[in-house]
C-alpha cells in the first residue's frame, strides 16, 4: 500500500545492516515515524509496546526477532530463549505462535552457523507469504461483498478495528477486499468504529485516506443503529485466533458488531490467513484474552490545541477498571470466514473443507 504515495511494508529488513524497521503504529495517525529494531528486545518491546500490532504483523515482526537474536549469538540456548521471550509478548493472536513454530522447526536441526542467514531468509518468506495471502483474501472476499450489494447503491461495509495493510505485511485482512473493490473501480463507502480503548480504528481511517477509499468514522456504539437502520451491506472484520469449531478471537466489541449485524439481517464475514487458525483450540472458550493495563482506559492520547501529542486523564488512577482487548465472536454468528484458499463456513468442517490436510492433525 501507499504512503504519501509511495508503495511501503510495514517492516523490512536494513540492507547491509543486523536490523529491521518498522511503522511506529503508536505514533499514528498523527505522525508518521519509521523505526529501527536492532534487537530481539527490541523486537518484543516493539510488539508489547504495539508499536506493532495486528495479528499476522505480530508474527512476522517475531521472526524477524529471532533473526536479530541468531545475528549476535546462534547457539541452541540463545535461540531457545528468543522463542521464549517472543512467545511471552501477547497471548491471543496466534501467528505469533505459528510463526515462532515454523522457524524453531526450520532453525534448530541446522548448524549453528548456519543459522542466522537462515533465520533472516525465512522470516523473509514468511513476510512475502504474507502479502501474497492477503492479497488472495482480497480477491475473494471481494466476490463475497459483492453478492452483498445492494442494486443501483454503493457499496456500504462496516469494520471494526484495524485489520487493513497496518495490521499485515501489506494489503490488510478484512480490508484486502475493501481496497480490491476500490482498485476494480467499484462504488464503495466503509464505517470505521474507533474501537475504544486503544482506537486502532484510527489506523483504520488514516490507512483508507492514503489509498483515496471513502470512509467515515463512527462511535463503537453507533454501530448499532446504523445496522438497524439498513445502512450497511456487510460487516468485515479480521482475526486473532480462530479455534477449531468456528468460533473467533478478535478485538474487542466485535462480538457486539456481530450480534447487532445478526439482529439486523446483515452479513458478518470474518477474514484471516492460514496462520490466524488454531486446529489445536477446540473453541472460543480455549482462547487466551489478553488484559492490557488499566492505563488505556484511564487515559487517553491525543494531539492538544497547539498540535502537540500527550495524554489527558480521563479516570482517577484509583478506579477499577477492566481492560480485555478481545473478545469471541461464536461461529453461529459468523456468516463466513474468508481466507487465502477461499470461504467456507465457521465450522470445524467449513476449515477442514479449506484445509483437508489438517483432518488426521
Ligand atoms: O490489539 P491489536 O491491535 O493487535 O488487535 C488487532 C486485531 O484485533 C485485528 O482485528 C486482528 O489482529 C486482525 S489483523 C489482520
Redesign the pocket.
Known amino acids: 500500500m501507499k504512503v504519501h504515495g509511495t508503495p511501503t511494508r510495514t517492516i523490512w529488513p536494513v540492507a547491509g545492516a543486523d536490523a529491521v524497521e518498522i511503522i511506529d503504529q503508536t505514533a499514528l495517525p498523527h505522525s508518521y515515524r519509521v523505526l529501527r529494531l536492532n534487537s530481539l528486545d527490541d523486537v518484543a518491546q516493539a510488539i508489547r509496546s504495539?508499536q506493532v500490532?495486528?495479528?499476522?504483523l505480530?508474527g512476522v515482526s517475531a521472526a524477524y526477532g529471532i533473526a536479530l537474536a541468531l545475528s549476535r549469538r546462534a547457539d541452541d540456548a540463545t535461540l531457545l530463549a528468543a522463542l521464549q521471550t517472543l512467545a511471552a509478548t501477547r497471548p491471543t493472536?496466534v501467528n505469533l505462535h505459528w510463526a515462532l513454530a515454523r522457524v524453531q522447526a526450520c532453525l534448530l536441526p541446522l548448524p549453528a552457523a548456519a543459522r542466522a542467514a537462515a533465520a533472516w531468509l525465512e522470516a523473509g518468506r514468511i513476510a512475502d507469504e504474507d502479502v501474497d495471502q492477503c492479497r488472495r483474501i482480497g480477491a475473494h472476499g471481494l466476490q463475497r461483498l459483492l453478492s452483498c450489494r445492494r442494486a443501483g447503491h454503493r457499496l456500504e461495509i462496516m469494520t471494526h478495528?484495524?485489520?487493513g495493510w497496518l495490521?499485515?505485511v501489506d494489503h490488510?485482512?478484512?480490508l484486502a477486499p475493501v481496497y480490491a473493490a476500490f482498485d476494480a473501480g467499484i462504488d464503495s463507502h466503509v464505517w470505521v468504529s474507533e474501537t475504544r480503548p486503544?482506537n486502532?480504528g484510527l489506523l483504520t481511517a488514516w490507512e483508507l485516506r492514503q489509498h483515496g477509499v471513502p470512509h467515515t468514522v463512527i462511535a463503537d456504539n453507533a454501530a448499532g443503529l446504523l445496522l438497524a437502520r439498513g445502512t450497511i451491506d456487510a460487516v468485515i472484520?479480521?482475526?486473532?485466533r480462530i479455534a477449531a469449531n468456528g468460533d473467533v478471537a478478535?478485538?474487542v466489541g466485535t462480538c457486539l458488531k456481530a450480534l447487532a449485524a445478526r439482529a439486523a439481517g446483515v452479513p458478518f464475514f470474518v477474514a484471516?490467513p492460514r496462520s490466524t487458525i488454531d486446529f489445536a483450540c477446540a473453541t472460543g472458550g480455549d482462547i487466551p484474552i489478553e488484559e492490557r493495563a488499566a492505563d488505556e482506559l484511564r487515559l487517553v492520547h491525543g494531539l492538544d490545541g497547539a498540535g502537540h501529542p500527550g495524554a489527558l486523564r480521563q479516570l482517577p488512577a484509583d478506579e477499577a477498571v477492566a481492560n480485555p482487548?478481545?473478545d469471541v465472536t461464536p461461529a453461529s454468528l459468523v456468516s463466513a470466514l474468508i481466507s487465502e484458499r477461499g470461504t467456507c463456513a465457521a465450522s470445524r468442517e467449513g476449515l477442514l473443507s479449506l484445509y483437508p490436510e489438517e483432518r488426521d492433525g
Open positions: 504495539m500490532r495486528g495479528a499476522p505480530i493472536a478495528c484495524n485489520a495490521a499485515t490488510g485482512t478484512a486503544r486502532q472484520v479480521g482475526a486473532d478478535n478485538k484471516a482487548a478481545f
